[in-house]
C-alpha cells in the first residue's frame, strides 16, 4: 500500500511543474524564483559577453582566432545551462509545500497549514 501513495505523491508534485501559480504560493516560493531569476539573468549576460567577445576576436584579429572559437563554446555552454536552472528551479517549486489558501478548490486540506 505505501508503493501506490509514494506514486500517488509523485504524480501530484508533477502536476506542479511548470505552474506559475506556485511561484507566487508564499514569500518562500516567490524569494526562490526571485534567486534562481538572477542565477538565469547572469548566465545569459555571461553566455552573451562570451559571444560577443568571440565575434571581436573572429572579425578583427586573425591570431585570436583559436580564443575566439573557445568563447564560442563557452558562450553556448551558458546557454544550454539557462534552461537547466529553469528546470531545477521548477522541481525545487514542486518539492515545496504549498498553503492551504492557494490549494485548488475541492483539494483535500493539508496538514498545519500547508506544511507535510
Known sequence: MPV???EWNKVS???KVFDQTTRTASERHSELVRRYELARTLVEFFAAIMFV??????FFY???LFAGTWLFLIGSIFFAVR???RLILELHLARLPV???FRPYGAAPTRAGGAR
Open 4 to 6: 501506490y501513495r509514494f
Open 13 to 15: 508534485a508533477m502536476r
Open 53 to 58: 567577445i568571440g565575434s571581436i576576436f573572429f
Open 62 to 64: 586573425d591570431s585570436l
Open 83 to 85: 534552461p537547466t536552472i
Open 99 to 101: 498553503p492551504d489558501e
